[in-house]
Structure formats: structure tokens, C-alpha cells
């Protein structure tokens, strides 16, 4: 039997393929700190355990396809801090930020339709959209000017019939800008004067250094039925294997609909739903302390590549993500020697090779993403092995 | 702006549709017995619990892609009892057994693709297929003769080029019927002669009654390339909310491309993947247990219906449902009618019309599917009230 076409036309995880070599490294006996992968080392708050060993657990019924009444309102007082109201039918619960961007596309998108997305983007996105036929258009950004969005004529210029939504996360992973009000207001207009969706991912809202303040695309009047705001618990409160996120928008006719998705799969894991809604609950000084712990290791990690002669990479603004161009011809044949030929007192590290993050062919190959979710210290010793990584490679350029 | 339209062809959800009339019914102070959807009332054994306390949950960390390795043990283990043996890669973890069926949809079909599915059917394959832009082509069944299979011929009748796989549940949902070893052998040969995959839908598989065998589509030689087996823990460990669910298949590169679709939405929620391998784990005797407090319970159920002039009934042989043609001539007011006008002591039940259960227009319409998941007393009076609500019922034909 022939597999689907559009399976065989998914890339593998270009985050994860590396994965086997990481696992040999260790096997013999070399520590590697992973900066690879999104995947914060800050303890869960103790909130989310508690409430599910509360929660009366005899029988884990089902949930409600729309997600448990608790968590809904924790999220609706979560928007509320921003002045952002969503009414209850306007909240949908998702299995993480994932989910909620494959319900979007499917409501959004039929087969052959595109959705722009700045590029480089998170991954992932190519498989939410590709494995329901929707096909992503990059709006190309740019590691030199630290990735700011092009102008509102070349974006318009990749508009087609077959556009249907703008797609973007903000803060960004991988690039960690943050929009400045004008790139927000431009994507706006943009959405309303070609009557677009804006699908705004923002998982790691909240996250914005240098005072810089991350706002969300929910506090922009007059684009309420065109917005579709993602969520998620993952990154702000560190509890990626919860896979709790939401849809949040004003649409109403949109909401009815992707209710019917959510029906379909009947609900999200009841208890991670129970132990998410404690953490939307915690205040909003949480979020403060995380985003200062984050912009510490922003600092750290900032402050070694200042070090480092032949790299472009303008100052991260947000989330917990840096796109380094290297001096390099190939940053995955980096990454590989770092894991297999490198290391320094016997540890290494693993960075995520960029190409994947972009949709145009050839982009992004000299480029790594570099996640800074662990703590200080580690953060240090592990930029310290770039450093001294890149300056060993034979391959260096410059 | 204008939504997808396969978004807006999907049907809301039959089962779920009428809850609102129950919950006018319950505030005015009726109580209601659901009949109407498979939660049933069996607590999830301790051990579900237990685990996920024990379980070093500092960091809610994102699991594995392909789902925890000792659930992957546990699910291989719970196989071999059946002699079924599947390796490590061979197995994926998804959320519930209906990703399970989107990612085996996504797999075997592009956008047009059909899949054969004996109807009535559990009525959210129309969402699973649609939502990504597959067809369901139904091989009508009749409750006149069990729901039994048509033979080959008419089956093959149904076969286009367009036809990539044959979908059914086994026991079934809604029928209650338990697939013959004839009907399990032709199914396979039309698979192997025609070149379509097998998705064999196993979540109520253990659960069949009368000394009869509920047997896998794993057992049957030769049939290794074409079949994905179904699993979930929601029925059988009676833990719907976890949304644990798996696939299972011997073909390597159906499988190694699932796995793309599993690393794009990054992995199953962690803890209940630990709380479920604590169910797999129990012993068959378990199983043994459960299946004889259903069968206690489809004897209550099939002795009533019985004693009603006019349904049209086989003895239901497994899983937990069971799809009753009434002497009406819309079951979907019977069901309105029950919840709104009739009452045994201010009690009543609620019933899924079968309607929705069909892919055929027109089919169902004087059909309703009964779930017998409460205990013994309860559907006692349950049938008790839909005996009486019969009688009762002004529009009754006979």
C-alpha cells in the first residue's frame, strides 16, 4: 500500500534528528547540555500537582469538549490582566499550543489554501499546516536586522486568493524578537484590508526583556473577528508535558466551528486541564520572576557571542531563543562535530541547525537556534564550549 | 472572512447535540440516567493514581514523541497476552484512540480518498475523516440481522481506486456486535487482494459475552503490512478523561511516518501516560472482571427490551452498546419527548438518536444507540423508564 502523499511530504522534526547522536555522545560518556529543545529546566510550580491530588479522581471522565469550566475561567483572568475580555464560549481548549494551531488551520484553510508566516519560524508549523494540506508562505526576515518584518508592500505582494490566515509567534521562537507596535498594527491592517485571520501564537507571552512589553494582539482594537489568539501552559509555567493550550477568539461563527474539532476528539486529559488552571491562577509576579530569570541567561548568553568574532546575531528580545549565524558552511555538520568530535573537560552541547526553521530552500544553513533554558551556571559552561568550539572547528570561515 | 469548507461540513456532534435539553430537564428537577454516551461509571482502578503520585513530577518535562517507554512496555505486554508481539517501534502513543484514527487517516489518505467503513459506526470517524478531507464510504449493515457484514462481492462493490482503507470496531460501537472469525478472514483477504490498509479499531476489544471470543485483527497471519490496530485505555480501564490511546502496526514505514505527525504536535500528556501504564499493567483477570459486570448489565438491558412489543433488537454480543430499532417514527423526539415530557417518579433517561451513526441519508432515523454503562440498579430502572416511555409515547406506531 501507498502511503499518503502529504505524509511522505512531511520533513522529520528537524529539532529531533539529531537526537541518536546526542544519545551516542552520552553513551560514551560525555555530558551534553541540550539547548536544542525548548524544554525549560524550572520546576513546575508545586500548584499544579496539588490541584489534581485534590481534584476527585475515582473516575477520570471525560472532560468537556470545550475543556473544564475551572480552567476556562482561569484563562479568561489570565487575558483579563491585559484588559482583554473573552466570554466563555470564546475560550477552547486544546491539547498544548499544538493542537490549537492544527484546529486553526483546519478551520481557516482547504486543501491548496496558504498561510504567510514570517520565516524563520517554529518548525512545527510546517507539520500542523502540511498534514492538513495548508501550505506555508514565508515572509523571509533577516538575521543582519534582526529579523525585523519586512514592509507592508512586500507582505501584501505574497498575498494570493489562496491566503487565508497570517501566522506568527510573539514573542518569536526561534528568532526571540519581540513585534514593535507598528509591525503589529501593520499586520492588523494587512489582515483587515485583505480580510485575512491573524493566527497569533502567544505561548510565550509575557516574556519580553530590556522593558520592552510583549503585547498581545488582543489589546489591537477593530480585528476581533479576524483574531485567533494560541496559548499555551508549556513555557511560561514550565509544564511542556501537560500539553494544555487554548483558542482564544471573538469570532463567534469560528469558535462554533472548531468547537465541532473539539467534539470530534470528545476532550483534553481531564486532570492536566485541573492542574493547569492552579497555574493561570498563580499571580501575575510569577510571570515577573520567570521572565527576569530568562533574561539573565538572555544576558549571559548575549554577552559570550559579543565575544565571539564572525557571528551575526542582533540582542534577543523575548521568549527564550536566539538564531546565531555562524562563520561556518554548514551549521548541522557543526552541530554533529560538536556532539561527536568536541568537548571541553568532557561535556558539549547540542544546538538545533536553523534550516529547518525556514521554508525557502538554502536559508537558514549557516544558522543555529540556540534555546537558553537552563539555569546560570549552566548557561555559562555551555556558552563557553561554543566558544571554544568555534574557534577549534577546522571548518571555521573567518 | 469566509471558514474552510470542510469545516463547515462537519456535523456537530449527534451524541452531544441534545445535552442542552437535558440540562433544562435536570434544573427543573428530573433526574436523568445517560444512556447516551460511552462514560461509564466504573471507577478507574487505584493504581491509575497512584503511579502519577509517585511519578518525580518537579518538572512536568515534555515526553517522548513516540510516547513514555514503559507505556510502550506495558501496551506490548497487554498484546502478548493475545500472542501478538510488537517491538519498541512498532507502537505509538497518541491522545486517545481518536488521534489514533486521525493520524491513521492522515497516513493512508490524501484529500478525496476513501475509506470503507461499516455503518452505523461510531459516529466521530466522520470527524476524524473530514476534518482532513477524507471520505467515508459506509457498507450499510441491518439491525434486522445483527448488523452481520454483507458478504465479499458486496463489499468489493464498494472498492474504487480512490479506496485506501477499511475502518470498523470490533466489538463495535454502536452495535455491540463481535466480529465472526469468517467476517475477521474476509475482511483480510479484501484487504490483501485490494491493496488497503486495516484500521482495526480494538478499544472494547476483551469485551465480549456469551463464551464468545473478542479476538484481534493481529492474530491473523499475513495480514502484518496492511493492519494498524487501534487501542485505548478510555473503555476498558474505564479512564476516558486520560486520553491515552496507541497504534500499533507492523508496517515499518506506515509507522516511521506516523511518527513525523507525532514529533510535529511534540508528545501525549506525561503523567496520564504513567497512570496509564499502570492500567495496562493489571491483570487479565481485571479485564475478566469488568467484561462479566457488562454482560451482567447487557442481560438487564436485553431481558427488557424483550418484553417491548415492536423493537427490532439482536442480543447485542460485546463492547458496551447497543442499537435498538423502535416503533416510532422519529427517534430523535422520542428522545426529546423523554427528556421533556415523560417521567417514572420524576426520573427519565436520555438515548443517542442513531441517525447520526449513518453515512446513508434517510438510514437510522427510527434507531437509537443505548449505552449501558451504569450499574445493575440503575439500569433496572432505566429500562424500566424506556419500557414505560413506549408504552407511553403518543407517536408510537405499533
Redesign the interface.
Known amino acids: 500500500?501507498k502511503?499518503?502523499?502529504?505524509?511522505?511530504a512531511?520533513?522529520?522534526?528537524p529539532v529531533?534528528k539529531l537526537v541518536p547522536i546526542a544519545t551516542k555522545a552520552k553513551s560514551l560518556g560525555k555530558k551534553v547540555y541540550h539547548l536544542n529543545?525548548g524544554?525549560?529546566?524550572?520546576?513546575?510550580p508545586d500548584v499544579?500537582?496539588n490541584a489534581?491530588?485534590e481534584y476527585d479522581?475515582?473516575?477520570?471522565?471525560?472532560?468537556f469538549?470545550q475543556g473544564e469550566p475551572t480552567l476556562i475561567k482561569s484563562i479568561q483572568n489570565y487575558f483579563k490582566r491585559d484588559d482583554i475580555h473573552f466570554e466563555d464560549n470564546e475560550i477552547l481548549i486544546t491539547?498544548?499550543g499544538?493542537?490549537a494551531v492544527?484546529f486553526a488551520t483546519?478551520?481557516?484553510?482547504?486543501?491548496g489554501?496558504e498561510i504567510l508566516v514570517p520565516e524563520p519560524f517554529y518548525t512545527?508549523y510546517?507539520?500542523?499546516t502540511g498534514?492538513?494540506?495548508a501550505t506555508i508562505k514565508p515572509i523571509t526576515t533577516y538575521a543582519e536586522n534582526g529579523f525585523r518584518l519586512p514592509n507592508k508592500q512586500a507582505i501584501e505582494a505574497l498575498i494570493t486568493p489562496k491566503t487565508?490566515a497570517i501566522l506568527f509567534s510573539n514573542p518569536g521562537n526561534p528568532t526571540g524578537t519581540v513585534l514593535t507596535d507598528e509591525e503589529m498594527h501593520m499586520l492588523a491592517d494587512i489582515a483587515i484590508e485583505h480580510?485575512?485571520?491573524i493566527i497569533s501564537d502567544e505561548v510565550y507571552h509575557g516574556m519580553a526583556f530590556d522593558e520592552l512589553e510583549s503585547k498581545s494582539m488582543g489589546t489591537i482594537p477593530g480585528i476581533e473577528?479576524?483574531l485567533i489568539i494560541i496559548e499555551s501552559v508549556s513555557k511560561r509555567y514550565?509544564?511542556?508535558?501537560?500539553?494544555i493550550g487554548a483558542i482564544a477568539s471573538k469570532?463567534t461563527?469560528?469558535m462554533l466551528?472548531?468547537l465541532?474539532?473539539c467534539?470530534?476528539?470528545?476532550?483534553?486529559?481531564?486532570?492536566?486541564q485541573i492542574?493547569a488552571s492552579a497555574l493561570y491562577e498563580l499571580p501575575e509576579s510569577y510571570t515577573q520572576e520567570i521572565k527576569q530569570e530568562y533574561e539573565t541567561r538572555r544576558n549571559i548568553v548575549y554577552d559570550t557571542l559579543n565575544q565571539i568574532d564572525g557571528i551575526v546575531c542582533e540582542k534577543p528580545q523575548g521568549a527564550f531563543y536566539v538564531i546565531i549565524k555562524l562563520p561556518v558552511p554548514d551549521a548541522e555538520q557543526f552541530v554533529v562535530w560538536l556532539l561527536e568530535e568536541f568537548d571541553v573537560n568532557n561535556e558539549t552541547i547540542m544546538l538545533a541547525p536553523a534550516e529547518g526553521f525556514y521554508a525557502t530552500a538554502g536559508l537558514g544553513k549557516d544558522e543555529v537556534r540556540l534555546a537558553y533554558v537552563l539555569n546560570s551556571e549552566d548557561m555559562k559552561t555551555a556558552m563557553n564550549i561554543l566558544k571554544l568550539g568555534l574557534e577549534a572547528y577546522p571548518e571555521r570561515l573567518i
Open positions: 500500500m502511503l499518503s502523499q502529504r505524509i511522505q512531511m520533513q522529520e522534526s529531533r529543545i524544554q525549560p529546566d524550572i520546576e513546575t499544579f500537582m489534581i491530588n479522581s475515582r473516575i477520570i471522565k471525560y472532560s469538549s491539547n498544548g499544538s493542537e492544527t483546519i478551520a481557516t484553510c482547504d486543501p489554501d512545527n510546517n507539520g500542523f498534514e492538513v494540506n487565508k480580510n485575512l485571520f473577528e479576524h514550565s509544564a511542556c508535558g501537560a500539553r469570532n461563527a469560528l466551528n472548531i465541532k474539532l467534539q470530534a476528539r470528545l476532550c483534553v486529559a481531564t486532570l492536566e492542574g
